[in-house]
């Protein structure tokens, strides 16, 4: 059994910070789960791409509010405590806030902890240690 809080987490090599977003990598890759889960926040007011090529993403939004935007089909979607995405087809998304967003995502393949967005908002494929 693995009890974690973000508490613990915070200013450890879990909590990783780039730009307007900071991501609590609660379970990783070492756990040995299959997946990962991070609390991410985002702050307000700022438009953040992403495109996570190598993992299939989803969030579950508690906090906050602003916008969905898939890249793919131009269709944009309104987001709010208990809207949940699924980045099942790797598509490119923005992220854009109105207010700070809070929430929890999962991973998979599991991200081991270390991978912050390239230039093109994508998380390279680590291997997960034995």
């Known amino acids: 059994m693995i009890v974690r809080t973000t508490d613990e987490i915070t200013g450890t090599d879990r909590d990783v910070a780039a730009g307007h ?9 070492g ?4 997946f990962s889960f991070h609390e991410t926040t985002i702050e307000a007011g700022s438009v953040n ?14 906090e906050g509010e602003g ?3 898939d890249r793919e089909t131009g269709i ?3 987001l709010a405590p208990g809207t949940m ?6 598509e490119r998304h923005t992220v854009t806030t109105r207010t700070q967003m ?9 991200v081991v902890g270390t991978e912050v967005h390239d230039e093109n908002g994508v998380y390279p494929l680590v291997a997960v240690p034995d």
């Open 21 to 29: 977003w900071r991501s609590k990598r609660i379970v990783l890759g």
């Open 31 to 34: 756990d040995k789960v299959g």
């Open 49 to 62: 791409e992403f495109h996570y090529a190598n993992h299939v993403e989803a969030v579950w939004l508690v």
């Open 67 to 69: 916008t969905l935007l």
């Open 76 to 78: 944009e979607y309104p």
């Open 85 to 90: 995405y699924l980045l099942d087809g790797n």
């Open 102 to 110: 809070r929430m929890l995502c999962v991973f998979n393949p599991p």
